[in-house]
């Protein structure tokens, strides 16, 4: 994506590529004082992400054509280094941080939902205990009926093909489709489980099977947008 210039707010809580190496970031000193920003010692994986989204909430960027720096990649970046897990564990707190932003709900339709799809459909499969609590904050509940059962819908599919969490698989489904009675792909999953969680199960995994090749050249979220 990009370059970008100007007010960048919406396209980095959208995503962490707008920069490239926070190296090649010339921040005015002014807003950070101003605001007290900092730097999250929570965050490993993403700290330039958070503090970016922060410091953009009420200035503006401007975009230099040139090459400034070059940046290495090696075994012992960080980014290279920490586990997925942890490394989705640090992402999903740079996620939540920007949802609470008072910024957040000026975003469009299609970024809001898009953040809440990486954080509880990507970042956060396999803690249904903070999925559930994050689908009760007031940013997600503002989203269209359609779109929460949507992502309901797509968080079970996550947790069936894992296998586990049968109870909050259920109630997902059941979320789903009481926000959107004629979602007919959500009223199959359903039933499917119904019947047999294992059967649904290989279903889910000969469908991403079948459609693996093509989805290796697709935009990381391209299921978001196929529903």
Known sequence: RGPFKGNLFEELVRASDVFGPPSCVVLRREPITRRSLRYDPRIVIGPDWDFFIQYAEDTTFGYVDEKTCLYRVHQTNI???VGLKKRAQYLALCREKAIKTSSF???SLDTRIFVFYDLLVHLLTGYPDRQNEIARWDEFTQLPESERARL?????????VDGQHHNAIQGWLQEASELNPSDRKNSLLRNLYK???WLCQQ?????????GNASRNQHPFHDLASG
């Open 203 to 211: 279903f889910l995994h000969l469908r991403r099977m079948i459609s």
């Open 79 to 81: 980014s290279v280094s």
């Open 152 to 160: 309901y819908r797509l968080m079970a599919s996550e947790a069936i």
């Open 195 to 197: 019947i047999s969680p």
């Open 105 to 107: 709900s000026e975003c």
